[in-house]
């Protein structure tokens, strides 16, 4: 993408035709810039239509993130949040753990309408698409240290779930640790990334992203089964709605941790456990299976497996469940 890029694609964001010509004028540029704007945004993945003699359109409209429609749909829980919005940043998790470790205040939001190196967990690389993904982090301070924090990942995976119910979206589910699934394939994943110490003060920043819409293009980029919100009956996803409704959320569900740790969330987190009372297979980091029965998640988040030799405890990041194959 070039300096240019976005003005355009915001000139474009209808969905309509729009001829080179009306857009050079709209933007005070020679129409060959026009033409190497919209290179770089073909190359970034957007879906764009050339027509000769009718000009540029998107393959579909894009519903730009706004700070004034973000904030009116959050209503009086605006006030908790900062929210800071980019068209084009590395990673949303990168910048908002630089601006934590120099002080950026409780509640931060970064959003970018586009991550050149959007980070997923265990060091996988995380692929949006512009104008079809939803990508923020949000910075949040705790009174105690990193080591109280087993958890909080399933805790936010909650949280998720819970805005999606809220908007209409039935039938998505979690899968331990913290990604969101819908018919089996991944809807979201949460990135959380912590600074402090471990007896405290420590804060989080936790990474969400939320496929809306992804292109045919950009699913077959990613080597895992993903879904998106269109598929999971949401339409025209209104990703500023989408966004206050995550926070809103995000906001109770956290509170409920911070005063009671996750043991107070973990009955509504099994409710909506995809797994629960399943066979699975665990995958280890080595690439190991093995079969077992899930028997549920504790009071610290870790999941609880029976593989025939009695209880199993499996912490976050030592093994991944997979469904049976
Ligand atoms: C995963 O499931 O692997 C976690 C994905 C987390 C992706 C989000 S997008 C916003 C934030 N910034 C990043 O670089 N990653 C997280």
Known sequence: MNAHSFAVLRLLADGAFHSGEALAQRLDLSRASIWQALQGVEAAGVELYSVRGRGYRLAAPIDWLDGQRIAEAQGASAARFHVELHDEIDSTNTLLMQRAAVGAAHGTVIAAERQTAGRGRLGRRWQGELGGSLMFSLLWRFPFGVAQLS???LAVGLAIVQALEQLGVQGAGLKWPN???????KLAGVLIEVQGDALGP?????????????SAATQATIDQTVT??????MGAVPRNRLLAAVLGELAVVLA???????AGLLGDWQARHLFHRREVDLLAPSG???AVAVLGVDADGALLVDGGAGVETVRVGELSLRAKS
């Open 151 to 153: 958890g909080l990942s």
């Open 228 to 233: 998106d919100l269109a598929q999971a009956g």
């Open 288 to 290: 190991l299976r093995r």
């Open 179 to 185: 990604d969101v699934l819908y018919q089996g394939r």
């Open 202 to 214: 420590s804060c989080a920043v936790i990474g969400i992203g939320i496929n809306c819409r992804l």
């Open 256 to 262: 409920r941790f911070e005063r009671d740790g996750f």
